[in-house]
């Protein structure tokens, strides 16, 4: 039961009464859409999901720190009731600091249920905190970035979940810090975390006003995606809601890459396509590569087809190399693969391919949309160099390990298997483009899993098809078709092992040199304690961080990867439909006039 503190108010109170009325009804006119009785809103700590250390008070929206507070491990958290339900679209609470107490180790933030309450806010994975003490933004890890001003006995820190674009800000005092974290999780909870004796904070759930005016930020977003969504390009036939819709269908098509239903969809409806036939096309195969585990292969296509797009998302790109790492040992990527073959056929493996994609080599059915950009030593354009903090548990650095210089695996290394396999699309083909231009020479390897006779493998052939065509299902995950076979790291090649641990040591460089040219990041550093951990346990794919080789894993890569490149070409990263169709639960009245 929750403890009654001084100013609490007992249910059937008449204040108590009126306190809930302005509750609901400030709830209800800032979150419009939620139906509470399917996702309830959060209102108070939960007095069952937190750590033994926290009390809580005055119906439970007070709480007080009543631990030993020596050290990291003693820090206790706690979730609020519920989750913030997603169609709020954006939520927001704020937290006043009525004491610092000893130190001021407080943290507020978000987590994900589940999550250790032994622990501040932002230390952990699906945890994101704002820390008190020294200002730092923590990102599922115990090393924290420079982000705000700290904050100490008086001051008001606010909490914005912007569930559109799967953001969050902070505000202190009613003024907004600017962006804290990028790409959060759905079903977050607001949650606290305090560290030593004598912190004590007290919530604002909507109880009260709040100090910040989100409510003008909010119809500064409904206006921006109205806005959007109005300035949409219609065409001729203005004002016909047919034709918007087919213009929104349509964009969505070719936003992910559905080139032939794009073209079959645009015909039908005559409707016109603002991105070149090629184009999508280029983005459909590079999406393809991402999706069968050839990230290696995705890099250097996406580098030659859109010079510099890497070198200017250095985040991106060092994604896109964790994810080639992970590949490496699900044995999927040609960086290893390839040494299947080779060693059987005592074929020489080429020089140690760098982490930067080759730019000298092109290749002739590649679509190029631009001169070639020039080549860096890891992939990035060298910045000025940034400081970087951390601190508190979890903040261990990987050691540094020399590597060579390798080049690049080339881009037409292909994980193809029976090209005679029927392929159901390519009958479109003759009205867009002749297959001639969408073929690239393929080299067929195995991938990973050991191979007998029933494996579908075709060794040291060479073949032209075009890559990963819809109709070839036997590479649709990156995993070959070998039910009796079991998995190995690398394939269980041991020259393959040998460039995935030397791609690692390439791989803790890069991280390195970004960290020197823009400070240091949590997130890489987790991205890369998590892809290193699979190389702890003798089967990676059954243990505690297994679920990364999971082909699934490769879908938000692929996305961000998608987003980047229309980004590139001054096309919308996300497409309008999506957009209209977040807001179209929204009863608010400046909706039902647009409607």
């Not at 979890?394 to 290394?413: L, Q, R």
Request: net charge negative; with cysteine; proline share 6%.
């Amino acid at each position: 039961m929750a403890e009654l503190g001084a100013g609490s108010l007992l249910p059937g109170d008449p204040a108590s009464n009126d306190q809930e009325q302005e509750l609901n009804e400030r709830l209800k006119r800032l979150y419009p859409a939620v139906n509470e009785e399917e996702t309830p809103l959060p209102r108070s700590w939960s007095p069952k999901d937190k750590y033994s250390y926290i009390g809580l008070s005055q119906n439970n929206l007070r709480v007080h720190y009543k631990g030993h507070g020596k050290n990291h491990k003693d820090a206790a958290s706690v979730r609020a009731t519920h989750p913030i339900p997603a169609a709020c679209g954006i939520y927001y609470f704020e937290v006043k600091i009525v004491s610092k107490g000893r130190d001021g180790y407080m943290g507020i933030g978000l987590s994900a249920q589940g999550v250790n309450m032994n622990r501040l806010p932002g230390w952990d994975k699906h945890s994101y905190g704002y820390h008190g003490d020294d200002g730092h933004s923590f990102c599922s890890s115990g090393t924290g970035q420079p982000y705000g001003p700290t904050f100490t006995t008086g001051d008001v820190i606010g909490c914005c979940v912007n569930l559109i674009n799967n953001t969050c800000f902070y505000t202190k005092n009613g003024h907004s810090l600017g962006v804290a974290f990028t790409d959060l999780p759905p079903n977050l909870y607001p949650t606290v975390g305090l560290q030593t004796p004598g912190e004590i904070v007290d919530a604002n759930f909507g109880q009260q006003p709040f100090v910040f005016d989100i409510e003008d930020y909010m119809s500064e977003w409904r206006a921006k995606i109205h806005g959007m969504i109005a300035r949409f390009p219609i065409g001729e036939r203005l004002g016909e809601w047919q034709t918007v819709l087919q213009n929104m269908v349509s964009s969505y098509l070719v936003h992910h890459g559905y080139c032939a239903t794009a073209m079959a969809f645009a015909r039908a409806t005559e409707t016109m396509i603002q991105e070149d036939q090629t184009s999508i096309k280029n983005r459909q195969r590079i999406q393809k590569l991402v999706l069968a585990g050839r990230v290696g292969e995705a890099i250097e296509a996406t580098q030659q087809l859109y010079p510099g797009l890497l070198e200017r998302n250095p985040n991106l790109l060092f994604m896109l190399k964790c994810r080639q790492f992970v590949e490496m040992v699900n044995g999927t990527d040609s960086e290893v693969r390839c040494f299947s073959v080779r060693s059987k056929t005592q074929d020489s493996y080429p020089n140690s391919p760098s982490l930067s994609p080759r730019h000298g080599a092109t290749n002739p059915h590649l679509h190029s949309t631009g001169a070639d950009s020039p080549t860096y030593s890891n992939g990035v354009t060298p910045s000025n160099k940034n400081k970087s903090h951390s601190k508190y548990p979890g903040a261990s650095s990987a050691s540094s390990s020399p590597s060579s210089s390798p080049s690049s695996v080339n881009y037409s290394e292909s994980n193809s298997t029976d090209s005679t396999k029927s392929q159901p699309h390519s009958a479109t083909s003759n009205q867009e483009t002749s297959d001639s231009e969408m073929e690239i020479e393929a080299e067929h390897y195995s991938n990973g899993v050991a191979e007998n006779s029933s494996t579908r493998i075709m060794n040291g052939t060479y073949k032209h098809q075009e890559i990963l065509q819809g109709g070839d299902s036997s590479v649709g995950n990156g995993v070959a078709d070998d039910g009796c076979g079991s998995r190995q790291l690398c394939g269980g090649n041991q020259a393959a092992t040998e460039r995935m641990i030397q791609f690692g040591r390439e791989l803790q460089a890069l991280n390195e040199q970004l960290s020197r040219q823009y400070g240091k990041n949590a997130t890489h550093k987790k991205m890369l304690q998590d892809a290193f951990s699979l190389l702890a346990y003798s089967d990676p794919w059954n243990c505690p961080v297994g679920q990364q080789l999971d082909p699934t894993q490769r879908e938000a890569i692929c996305s961000a990867l998608n987003s980047a490149i229309l980004e590139s070409q001054n096309l919308p990263k996300q497409p309008p439909l999506m957009l209209a169709l977040g807001q179209a639960t929204d009863p608010s009245p400046g909706n039902v006039q647009d409607r």
